[in-house]
């Protein structure tokens, strides 16, 4: 296939023509005279020369019949042949130019008219003849002439598909200097280059194009067409900057040149390809402004992609959603304008929208290149309006679908990652992180195998979460912030499997960074763990230092608990009480989660020291906890706090809205099997009644207790002996003295068991039985003499007291008589 080679101008086949010379000869004269050779040759010269080519043909064509062996018949024949060729008298042209050949072979210009000839056998596609004319003019003293038949040479051999051979013969043209008498030079050195890019050798190319672009002596066809080609390899090489250097120059050059239109929308893609949207939106708006522009699909397009560029997506929205709805429009760019309008969308939050036209783009396209971006774009659409169940699965669509190197990869897996996440679906978050840190090419493979820890230890499975954050340290040691974040996770996971002697470890290397923020922090956890692994005394130094930093307010509650758990622990109560009671006065709402078991020991402390305020603060601040263990051991202690403090009805209170809510089914428990009975509530409530004087209550809930089932033998101790009280009072002893005695003869209860001793005492003196009141009392004391002593100088017992007086050493009594 030949190289395209642009039309060879008049002037230059005028100039073809003036190659073979022309001789002044005076005018004919009329045909009435009788005219003279001289006078011939001058008339048809004068026709010549005002261009009445077909009356000057006639005349030449008369000169050469009536005077075939004139000196001058050469010349006028020569002149009859570019009359002919000048009218488009082809065959009769060809058929001048053999008679002359023939007739004056040895002529210079039967020489020369081989150039004419081997031009109408080339037009009439007869190649190798119209070569063989051209190839006589190789030799050809005048380097015009012989440039001239080597340039159509070269075409004969494009056209007869000897390309190498063609391009070699313009080669050797193209390559000599350009200057004014050799117009072809330039003309071969195009089609050398033309030649090149057929053969994708683009940069050997543009070399050749820029010298026809920037050299004198190109005409002007060839110079616009190289520099559009030479701008056009530069653009294609991303060297933007250099080509709309070129395109305006052509522009200045030509401005209503052939590629005038091209260059100008290509000088638009220039700006904008290097980021310059600004000057691309000037020029494209210039254009647009123009009255015999039309509708262009392609600037129209880099014009809205330009104010896209420029964040101005709601000017750019209506741009694309014309070039989309134009029929004009190709198909291809149809699509891209319809892409670019979920971009606006999206970027204008445009929520609602960006879906709708995500999914009918998606159906329309559905196997774009660009569909995944779509599909992601639909997701973070759904991601912004908080539909994270909807955003998952265009966001997993636009993972499946995405091919090669996506832009969107990373973000769109830290979108779906996010919407699991928020979902609850840590695990499945986990697994997706996890395996983007295991990738190649992956940003930054650290942090995704520390989102991954994250996402595992919200899930739960610590185990995991742990080889995750293990992998970051192991894996990834220069990343210094991924690196600390998975240290700070450690200690906290390894503290919560109680594995702390690594959480102390991993501390201690936190605290030797010299790059670590919020040493405070640490050394109030150092503190913690040593606590827990008993290293009290280390733990109360780590806490001193905690609260002696400077940023200690921070971790001011939790330093002071375990801190005052360390002076418990070490055997300073009284330390440990003044400073747990700096937590106590803080907000309840600022009070870290302690431990409950810590919080119920100090609450017994205060309480056994008299200070109930504080043992009540710790009960009612455990009442908030969510485990239904701790509520009700919370509930129970507060009723015994406020019965000391002898709120009676604030603990009646108390105790009947927990009833309520174990009834109703309102606390949870751990193990519900093995949860509490309500009639362990009823047993304490049942005594509140007693001493509040309701004693219909409080039989009625001592009934209730004793006729539980699997309930504990203290709690029926407590009923047994309020039964017996009441009834006592209300002088029924014989009814009250099974309760009294079964106090403490099935029990041993610290409390109720001496209670029902006394009790069964009284009773026994009422229905006259002093000798078994005088055994119990015998009892009481040898079992429980801190209570004996306490009621030794009750009316009841005091005159028993005074029978039982120890022995003083008397012979014992003469026995009774038989």
Request: proline residues 5%; hydrophobic residues 40%; contains cysteine.
């Amino acid at each position: 296939m030949s190289p395209c080679l642009p039309s060879i101008p008049k002037t230059a086949l005028l100039a073809l023509a003036l190659l073979l010379g022309a001789v002044s000869l005076p005018a004919q004269p009329t045909k009435t005279d009788v005219l003279t050779p001289e006078e011939q040759i001058q008339f048809a010269e004068g026709n010549f020369q005002r261009k009445f080519y077909d009356l000057a043909a006639k005349e030449y064509r008369y000169f050469v019949e009536k005077y075939p062996d004139h000196e001058l018949a050469p010349h006028a024949m020569f002149r009859l042949i570019v009359c002919l060729r000048t009218l488009g008298r082809t065959d009769e042209t060809f058929s001048a130019i053999n008679q002359f050949q023939a007739k004056w072979a040895d002529h210079e210009y039967a020489t020369r008219l081989f150039l004419w000839k081997g031009e109408i056998l080339f037009n009439q596609e007869r190649y190798d003849t119209a070569a063989a004319c051209f190839k006589r003019l190789l030799l050809n003293e005048d380097s015009k002439t012989q440039e001239t038949a080597q340039y159509f040479l070269a075409q004969c051999y494009g056209k007869e598909g000897k390309n190498d051979l063609a391009l070699q013969t313009y080669a050797t043209l193209g390559e000599k200097p350009f200057d004014a008498d050799h117009i072809y030079r330039p003309y071969a050195l195009f089609a050398v280059a033309v030649g090149h890019q057929q053969k994708d050798q683009f940069a050997e190319a543009a070399k050749l194009f820029q010298r026809l672009a920037t050299e004198e002596h190109v005409p002007d066809p060839v110079r616009e067409e190289a520099m559009y080609r030479w701008a056009e390899y530069e653009f294609s090489q991303g060297k933007h900057e250099q080509a709309a250097r070129i395109y305006t120059d052509l522009l200045a050059r030509y401005p209503d040149g052939v590629f005038s239109r091209e260059a100008g929308k290509r000088l638009i893609w220039a700006y904008y390809s290097l980021g310059n949207y600004a000057k691309a939106i000037e020029l494209a708006r210039a254009w647009l402004e123009k009255p015999d522009r039309g509708f262009d699909y392609e600037l129209e397009y880099v014009y809205g992609a330009s104010l896209a560029g420029t964040e101005s997506y709601a000017e750019a929205l209506p741009v694309f959603r014309k070039i989309a709805a134009r029929p004009q429009t190709p198909a291809e760019y149809a699509q891209m304008a319809r892409f670019q309008e979920v971009v606006c969308l999206l970027n204008l939050r445009q929520y609602d929208d960006t879906i709708t036209a995500a999914d009918a783009y998606a159906i329309t396209y559905p196997k774009a290149a660009d569909v995944a971006t779509v599909y992601a774009f639909g997701g973070q659409a759904y991601m912004a309006k908080e539909k994270y169940a909807e955003a998952v699965p265009r966001l997993r669509k636009a993972l499946d679908t995405a091919v090669g190197q996506w832009p969107y990869y990373e973000s769109t897996n830290l979108f779906l990652a996010e919407a699991l996440d928020k979902l609850g679906r840590h695990a499945e978050a986990a697994v997706l992180q996890r395996k983007l840190a295991d990738e190649k090419g992956i940003e930054n493979p650290a942090y995704f195998l520390l989102k991954a820890g994250e996402s595992h230890e919200k899930a739960g499975d610590t185990a995991a979460a742990v080889s995750d954050f293990e992998g970051v340290l192991k894996r990834f040691p220069d990343q210094a912030g991924e690196v600390k974040s998975a240290m700070f996770h450690l200690t906290q996971l390894y503290a919560e499997r109680k594995e702390y002697p690594r959480a102390e470890t991993l501390i201690q290397d936190l605290l030797a960074r010299p790059d670590v923020t919020g040493r405070s922090r640490l050394l109030a956890f150092l503190g913690f763990v040593c606590y827990q692994q008993d290293k009290f005394e280390e733990a109360k130094q780590h806490l001193l230092a905690a609260l002696a930093a400077p940023e200690a307010a921070s971790v001011r509650a939790n330093a002071d608990f375990y801190l005052a758990g360390c002076y418990l622990e070490l055997g300073q109560t009284d330390e440990a009480l003044r400073v747990f009671k700096e937590v106590l006065s803080l907000p309840a709402d600022q009070r870290p989660l302690f431990p409950a078991d810590l919080l119920f020991r100090l609450d017994r402390l205060y309480y056994e020291r008299g200070q109930y305020a504080e043992s009540e603060t710790i009960v009612r601040w455990l009442l908030d906890r969510d485990q239904g263990e701790t509520v009700y051991q919370a509930s129970l202690r507060l009723s015994d706090i406020l019965v000391a403090q002898n709120k009676l009805p604030d603990a009646q209170e108390m105790l009947e809205i927990l009833l309520k809510r174990l009834t109703a089914g309102e606390i949870t428990f751990a193990d519900p099997a093995n949860a509490p009975m309500k009639e362990e509530v009823r047993a304490v409530l049942g005594e509140i009644y007693y001493r509040l004087g309701k004693n219909d209550l409080a039989v009625e809930a001592m009934e209730s207790v004793l006729n539980a089932e699997g309930l504990g033998v203290e709690f029926k101790t407590r009923a047994r002996w309020i039964l017996a009280e009441i009834l006592l009072k209300e002088n029924h002893p014989q009814q009250a003295l099974p309760y009294a005695v079964k106090c403490f003869v099935l029990a041993q209860d610290p409390v109720y068991s001496p209670r029902g001793m006394y009790t069964a005492i009284r009773a026994f003196l009422a229905i006259g039985s002093e000798e078994n009141a005088l055994q119990t009392w015998r009892n009481l004391k040898a079992t429980y003499p801190a209570f004996a002593a306490q009621i030794r100088g009750e009316a009841a017992i005091a005159p028993l007291a005074a029978k039982d007086l120890p022995e003083t050493g008397a012979a014992e009594p003469p026995p009774k008589p038989e």
